[in-house]
């Protein structure tokens, strides 16, 4: 694995006026990326913990030969966003032979070039525990995409030093997919990671964990159920280490027995995974559409909340051990033709959660997004969907995002706003939803973008996103809610 620093990027805040609701203006945290605003990174992370130990990551495509993709990172520590480092999973080396626990690489330091790259690192997750743990997750795919690799890098509680791993090694197949490696971490530093693999007939779903102050991974376990194509999953992690996961069937290869949601939980970092897979969701037969999209949040109790796409973004919340209150639609629209996209979920400590959803509609006159949201108590009861964004006037807003502090004193939902080219984001008062504009995007009809948004108390919180540059190309930029 090499970790490349960037030296010719100097970390600084771009002339943009502050924005209100006390949001800092943003800082530059990538070099630049590509110099077409409407392409180059589009899929981004961030986690912040409550001091405010923050760890992003970005994805970077290198369109000149050779033609490659890495991981960048950049840790804010005391305020201060640090210089950069590329990721890349060349040297990584692959797990034992025994499948006995993962290979390992050594302490990890930043170098002052990015040259080397020939492979695929993509798809970046992050996570940061609240004692420093810090981990950054991606796929690797080899330059003839024969052969993919999960990989995980960690930077232990007061270390300042990266180890890579390789969790597991697997032959692409079935239908293409975009695929990412969930990663969390909890209160005492155990990192926690979730992927699938292609087995030649379907993707299994698998985890592994890392305890505090080990360099070995435990051996990964298999938790979808037998004969399950897990295609898609959601990984979420409290902070005593109890952990749930969720998944949905391939629509592809259930097309006869329909798909559905699945819900699986462990207790402690160290405990057992439940054997038996739990169906969170109804069946849905294929011909008439599919259950997709699943997110879980687990809180301070280790029950779970989850949603997924269904008949509309539907909800189902875990009352006690093993008792789930019926799943039912929370967010719908009967506006012909409409489009869901990026539902996102959060909850706090106490159980009491947050939803936010796009949805496109396609009216003549209209052609644009809004964002909805719902919001859910720990009994699992729902407010009715309000749309946040103003329909009387031109937002078209994509990746929405969710973030909901452990006590429950900040909850925010953030957007893309692509028509006018913004990163904005609405936080919870006593008066409702009150929307802020953190700062410049990049230009109308650019492609996928995606806000990463995190709240670590009820005063700490971060954002990132793309943005053009007056300088040339985009690059990644954050903001600081204290």
């Not at 390789?166 to 155990?190: H, K, M, Q, W, Y």
């Not at 189902?316 to 008792?323: C, H, I, M």
């Not at 909850?347 to 719902?374: E, H, M, Q, Y």
Request: charge should be negative; include cysteine; aromatic fraction near 8%.
């Amino acid at each position: 694995m090499a970790c490349l620093c960037v030296a010719a990027l100097t970390i600084g805040i771009d002339i943009q006026a502050a924005p209100a609701a006390g949001w800092s203006g943003t800082s530059t945290i990538s070099p630049a990326l590509q110099p077409d605003p409407t392409r180059g990174s589009q899929l981004n992370d961030v986690a912040v913990n409550a001091s405010g130990l923050t760890v992003a990551a970005w994805d970077q495509n290198n369109f000149y030969a050779p033609v490659s993709a890495s991981i960048g990172v950049a840790i804010q520590s005391g305020g201060r966003w640090g210089a950069p480092c590329t990721f890349s999973g060349t040297s990584i080396p692959d797990r034992n032979p025994d499948g006995s626990s993962p290979g390992r690489a050594d302490n990890l330091t930043c170098a002052p070039s990015m040259s080397g790259v020939t492979n695929f690192s993509m798809t970046p997750k992050v996570a940061v525990g609240a004692d420093g743990t810090l981990a950054v997750s991606w796929t690797y795919q080899n330059a003839n995409l024969t052969g993919q690799k999960v990989q995980v890098a960690v930077r232990p509680a007061g270390s300042t030093s990266w180890t890579g791993y390789t969790l597991a090694t697997f032959t692409p197949g079935g239908v293409a997919i975009t695929r990412s490696v969930p990663v969390a971490v909890d209160d005492n530093g155990n990192v926690t990671a979730v992927w699938n693999v292609w087995n030649g007939t379907g993707n299994e779903v698998q985890t592994a964990t890392l305890p505090a102050g080990s360099n070995t991974w435990s051996r990964p376990t298999t938790i979808s159920a037998s004969g399950h194509d897990g295609l898609y999953f959601s990984l979420a992690v409290n902070a005593r280490g109890d952990a749930g996961v969720v998944y949905t069937l391939s629509p592809y290869t259930t097309y006869s027995t329909g798909t559905a949601a699945y819900y699986v939980s462990r207790t402690g970092p160290y405990g057992l995974w439940s054997n038996s897979p739990v169906q969170v969701s109804e069946t849905i037969m294929s011909w008439v559409g599919y259950v997709t999209n699943p997110q879980v949040a687990v809180d301070a109790y280790g029950l779970a909340t989850v949603i997924y796409m269904g008949n509309g973004l539907e909800a189902t919340r875990e009352v006690s051990a093993n008792s789930w209150t019926a799943h039912r639609p929370i967010i719908q629209t009967n506006i012909s033709g409409a489009s869901y996209m990026s539902p996102d979920l959060a909850v706090d400590n106490n159980g009491n959660a947050v939803v936010a959803l796009s949805i496109f509609d396609p009216t003549v006159g209209v052609d644009r997004a809004s964002v909805w949201v719902s919001q859910g108590d720990a009994g699992g009861n729902w407010t009715q969907a309000q749309r946040i964004t103003d329909p009387t006037v031109p937002v078209d807003a994509y990746a929405t995002r969710v973030a909901v502090s452990p006590n429950g004193a900040q909850q925010l939902v953030g957007w893309i706003d692509h028509y006018h080219g913004s990163a904005q984001v609405a936080q919870w008062t006593a008066n409702g939803w009150n929307t802020t504009t953190l700062g410049r995007g990049t230009a109308f009809a650019s492609f996928q973008e995606v806000l990463g948004l995190d709240a670590g108390s009820g005063a700490v919180a971060r954002a990132i996103w793309k943005s053009s540059s007056s300088k040339g190309g985009t690059r990644i930029v954050a903001t600081n809610y204290r």
